[in-house]
């Protein structure tokens, strides 16, 4: 069966889950043709990932004559798809405004939808899967109806919190609709969808690539890490404050914070006018995927604070967090939408309140000062991981759904 991948960026750094995901269906036998609605630029030193990158279409980039004349060969050879489509654009676009720039937002994804249309049928793709509900699901819907195919959903976080619309429609339009934790399950229906329609599978995680760590050695001065992009909704200044409280009662601590991101300048001035020197708070900007397992092997505690963020944009289930627990690295978090899912407070990891930096801090001390704990909680961690948050187990129950509905 050969089918269809949609995402916002394939492949990309920051959704390893997607490409993953891809990597894993093909194992079990799925043709799987990739587009991606942008180009994200990005350079891979990993061989799998530059050919994925070589056989992904990007859609944005296909010419404006292009679609047009794509458009045009939908309406001649197929009028009838052509129309059903259109009539699905209008309820779409009266639902959401006419003048407003989502109703021309949807419009324009309609014409690209056509392309991406064109290719299914002439790649003979029977079905098309994507991730993340807004931008992508509106190409992939319009698309699935122009080509006469059906389309699936797994939604996340960002495209149901902040940039959720249509969300009732696009679940009763899927042949069947994933999203990664019940949180979101709830919030879905909460809009007015479907909750029998709504698949609750948690973004996995290989084994393979994030094995248990064996004969590690507790720093000396302990060090705490982070691997995130640096964004409000990651919570990261309350880390570095939390590290600057542990400083003034005199215990010493380390933190290596992996990423990029627009709050880059202002978090490296948080830390200076914190007075915490380049060693107590280092920050080592994005580094390659395959890189990630070591540094986060290397680590006495994973802390990501997570948080709600100004616009209402929070995490669903960080998938980092899974990967440093599948690592038997002890794990501290916030009990932010799906979280609570994978780090069961006391069991699985340690969760202090969001934006409480005195709970954090006394959660990272907690962590360092109670081995015995904390191994408990790391083992627990572990089968958690194995037992809920398998890309083996996970992509496997995509198949059936993509092949069974």
Known sequence: MKIAYL????PALSATFVYNEIFQLEKLGLDVATFSVHDNQAIFSDLDLQDLKKRTSFLYQTSMLTVVLDQLQLLLKHPSLYAKALVLLFKDIKNTGVFTRLGM????????????????????????????????????M???????IGFSVTAHANDLFQRGWLLKEKVERAKFFITISEYNRQFLISKGADGNKITVLHCGVAPAQFSLREDFTPSDIAKIGVVARLVEKKGIDHLINAVAHLKKQDKPYQLAIVGDGPLLAEYKALAGSLR???????FLGAIDHQEIAAFIKSLDVFVLPCQIDGSGDMDGIPVVLMEAMLSGVPVISTPVSGIPELIIKDKTGLLAATGNVEELADCIERTIDNIDLTQDRVRKGVTKVQMDFSLVANSLRIYHLILNG
């Open 7 to 10: 995402a916002p960026e394939i």
């Open 276 to 282: 915490l020197s380049s060693k107590e708070v280092s």
């Open 142 to 148: 319009y698309a699935s109806t122009l080509a006469g």
């Open 105 to 140: 937002g949807l419009a324009y994804r309609f014409f690209y939808g056509g392309a991406l249309a064109n290719q299914l049928l002439k790649q003979k793709c029977e079905h098309i899967h994507v991730h993340f509900a807004h931008v992508p699901t509106d190409l992939a």
